[in-house]
């Protein structure tokens, strides 16, 4: 028995250190005598380690800034890698809510990236991140996570009322991005002040790093766009996931490009850096909702991307396939795209897709297809209100009647909206 007990435990557990607001980084870390900072945890961590941080407001001052490289300030940097089967954890303690501050944080000249994770194997979950700056006047972008490491799981962060991109991803495979919220984030500060970078979701991974998924995550008002993965040289996949209001302030004032999901593209790459296939990216049971420009968007994308029962109320084109040819300059309309019962309804403009070469793309059960008059009654609701509401205590979605058929019409017809 006691032999079993021991093989059971040792090899499983690692340590636990606290971080608290009212901690001391020479302190021992425990939860009586809790360290002050993320970065002295870290120091203190092994594999298979967890660090709580309780709740707080954590209010970051400049002189925390752990590093700074060329045109970066890395506020946060967690550089240090779990391994396989014991990541390293940063979460919020119980139920309790840890808030970091990053507002009096205002290198001159410097991107802030207050969380810069060069890390793998780590598990960041339950934190807030608010206030992020930006401090340079040209073309610039703050982050709120950076995330360059792989296997990485990030889970119940919210990021929001700042400057900066809520996370953002390029050197790293095999990174989840669970039940993250974004929005009100905008940079008034840098070129035209309208924030065109800062997006809620930002996924553009080098060549090789495959297999990023972004699964229920909301974005709104944010300055750009909800999600975007431009210049992506490897798929990646957004599933339940929420886009609203984006490239609106929150009074609506319109501010930037404000798509609900930028999929694709590679802007004015050469055509020798653009890759060959293009890589497919997948958005499925996905909500985009009075963006300001298009709810689902393949911005000129050198291929065809999936596109799987996704939903799109008041978006101004809820739909727009637009692609390109391997050239990466002449726009053509939408090729290759596989698009499944995918419902539109009322789009600001009069069309509910653009940009299609149906001919050359594999439609089933779109409710553009079909010789269908949608109203208001066939959902159980269209309270736009509701997207808004609290997740789960799981951090889920909240389980809402918006968009959902309730005439089964639509689920006759074909457009299934789930
Ligand atoms: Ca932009
Ligand atoms: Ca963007």
């Not at 339940?240 to 501010?255: D, M, Q, R, T």
């Not at 009322?346 to 439609?363: F, G, P, V």
């Amino acid at each position: 028995m006691h032999i079993f007990c021991l093989l059971l435990t040792l090899p499983l557990f690692g340590a636990e250190w606290f971080v608290a607001v009212n901690g001391r980084d020479s302190n021992v870390g425990s939860i009586d005598h809790p360290f002050g900072s993320i970065s002295r945890a870290q120091q203190s961590s092994k594999p298979g380690d967890t660090v709580y941080v309780r709740g707080g407001r954590y209010k970051i001052n400049e002189s925390e800034i752990a590093k700074r490289e060329k045109i970066w300030a890395y506020v946060i940097l967690l550089d240090k890698s779990g391994k396989p089967g014991r990541s390293i954890s940063y979460i919020a303690y119980r139920d309790e809510r840890p808030v970091f501050d990053f507002s009096e944080v205002k290198p001159d000249g410097l991107r802030v990236h207050a969380f810069e994770v060069k890390g793998s194997w780590l598990y960041i979950k339950g934190l807030e991140v608010v206030g992020v700056q930006v401090t340079v006047k040209t073309h610039t972008q703050s982050i709120c996570f950076s995330n360059n490491g792989s296997n990485n799981i990030y889970e119940q962060l919210s990021m929001h009322d700042g400057q900066a991109i809520g996370l953002y991803s390029v050197r790293g495979a095999n990174n989840l991005f669970l039940n993250c919220d974004a929005y009100k984030n905008h940079d008034y500060i840098s070129e035209d002040k309208l924030g065109g970078n800062v997006d809620g979701f930002g996924c553009h991974p080098r060549k090789g790093y495959t297999n990023n998924v972004f699964r229920g995550c909301r974005a709104w008002f944010n300055s750009d766009d909800g999600y975007d993965c431009i210049n992506a040289h490897e798929a990646v996949v957004f599933e339940n996931c929420w886009a609203f209001y984006n490239g609106y302030s929150p009074e609506f004032k319109s501010l930037k490009d404000g798509n609900g999901f930028k999929a694709g593209g590679y802007g004015s790459t050469p055509v020798d850096r653009v890759p060959d296939p293009a890589p497919r990216h997948v958005v499925r049971f996905c909500l985009a909702v009075r963006n300001k420009a298009y709810g689902f968007y393949a911005n000129h994308h050198t291929g065809g991307s999936d596109w799987i029962n996704n939903s799109a109320y008041m978006n101004k084109n809820n739909f727009n396939m637009l692609c390109r040819l391997k050239d990466n300059k002449t726009d053509v309309p939408g090729y290759g795209h596989k698009m499944n019962n995918n419902i539109g309804y009322k789009s600001s403009r009069r069309e509910e897709i653009i940009q299609i070469e149906r001919s050359e793309c594999d439609l089933f059960n779109n409710s553009f297809q079909m010789d269908l008059v949608i109203n208001a009654n066939d959902f159980a609701s269209l309270d736009e209100k509701l997207l808004l509401l609290p997740r789960n205590s799981y951090g889920g979605l909240p389980n809402i009647d918006f968009m959902r058929s309730v005439s089964g019409r639509l689920v006759e017809e074909g457009a299934l909206v789930e």
